[in-house]
């Protein structure tokens, strides 16, 4: 499948008066965002914009309640991000769709969430989601999956993959060994976990044919 391919489908799923919500997961690395952002990119052109990236990411829980819970050290799991209120914003979105939804928003440098930071206006006719756990079936990710008119799988090769995510870890300020040791442990638990997902997927995109990113170290 190409990416033109890949950009004919996501359109199709917007229907006149109404919304639809398409949802990109994969392992950490697999290159969701680098998609999600060239669909969005892609489809609004130069356009009046009719297309809204929402990534997960904003949900993940502050550091200082991450402290408090004593999952710091394990931050990006599932449990280390409000599954229930980025369910509940996905119900949002598809339901109000006369006026501006906010959605947060995750700074890579400070590693925290931002509130209010994404706006989406009324004309959005198609919202791009994309995160780790949107096949999970466990606790509140559960309610995830309903919300989403398609989920695609974006199966990067490992190897590729896991030199993206130390090359992002030291990017945004971890020491190679600290990147490395990351990735092989926390990284690597929750990839195994969404690995197990695959098979949930409307569609399974191979890596190869997953455009390029702009910036490897950035993309997640």
Same mark, same amino acid.
């Given at each position: 499948? +190409?990416?033109?391919?890949?950009?004919?489908?996501?359109?199709?799923?917007?229907?006149? @008066? @109404?919304? &639809?919500?398409?949802?990109?997961?994969?392992?950490?690395?697999?290159?969701?965002?680098?998609?999600? =952002?060239?669909?969005?990119? /892609?489809?609004?052109? $130069?356009?009046?914009?009719?297309? %809204?990236?929402?990534?997960?990411? @904003?949900?993940?829980?502050?550091?200082?309640?991450?402290?408090?819970?004593?999952? !710091?050290? !394990?931050? @990006?799991?599932?449990?280390?991000?409000?599954?229930?209120?980025?369910?509940?914003?996905?119900?949002?979105?598809?339901? /109000?769709?006369? /006026?501006?939804?906010?959605?947060?928003?995750? =700074?890579?440098?400070?590693?925290?969430?931002? %509130?209010?930071?994404?706006?989406?206006?009324?004309?959005?006719?198609?919202?791009?989601?994309?995160?780790?756990?949107?096949?999970? =079936? +466990?606790?509140?990710? &559960?309610?995830?999956?309903?919300?989403?008119?398609?989920?695609?799988?974006?199966?990067?090769? /490992? =190897?590729?993959?896991?030199?993206?995510?130390? &090359?992002?870890?030291?990017?945004?300020?971890?020491?190679?060994?600290?990147?490395? &040791?990351?990735?092989?442990?926390?990284?690597?638990?929750?990839?195994?976990?969404?690995?197990?997902? !695959?098979?949930?997927?409307?569609?399974?995109?191979?890596?190869? $044919?997953?455009?390029?990113?702009?910036?490897?170290?950035?993309?997640?």
């Amino acid at each position: 499948m +190409t990416v033109d391919d890949l950009l004919r489908r996501a359109a199709s799923l917007a229907r006149p @008066g @109404g919304r &639809a919500i398409l949802g990109i997961t994969g392992s950490p690395g697999a290159g969701k965002t680098t998609l999600a =952002e060239h669909l969005v990119r /892609e489809l609004n052109g $130069d356009g009046p914009p009719w297309v %809204a990236h929402v990534p997960m990411d @904003g949900f993940h829980l502050a550091d200082v309640e991450l402290d408090r819970l004593g999952r !710091r050290d !394990r931050k @990006g799991a599932p449990d280390t991000f409000d599954a229930a209120g980025y369910a509940a914003l996905l119900r949002r979105l598809r339901e /109000e769709t006369g /006026e501006v939804v906010y959605a947060p928003g995750f =700074e890579r440098v400070l590693e925290q969430p931002i %509130a209010g930071a994404l706006p989406v206006p009324p004309s959005a006719r198609l919202i791009v989601t994309e995160g780790n756990y949107l096949l999970l =079936e +466990t606790g509140s990710w &559960a309610r995830v999956r309903p919300e989403l008119d398609e989920v695609w799988f974006c199966d990067a090769d /490992e =190897e590729v993959r896991i030199r993206r995510l130390v &090359a992002r870890h030291e990017e945004f300020g971890k020491p190679h060994d600290t990147a490395v &040791a990351w990735v092989l442990g926390t990284d690597q638990r929750n990839a195994d976990l969404v690995a197990g997902t !695959r098979d949930r997927a409307d569609l399974v995109i191979p890596g190869a $044919d997953l455009p390029g990113p702009r910036d490897p170290a950035a993309r997640r």
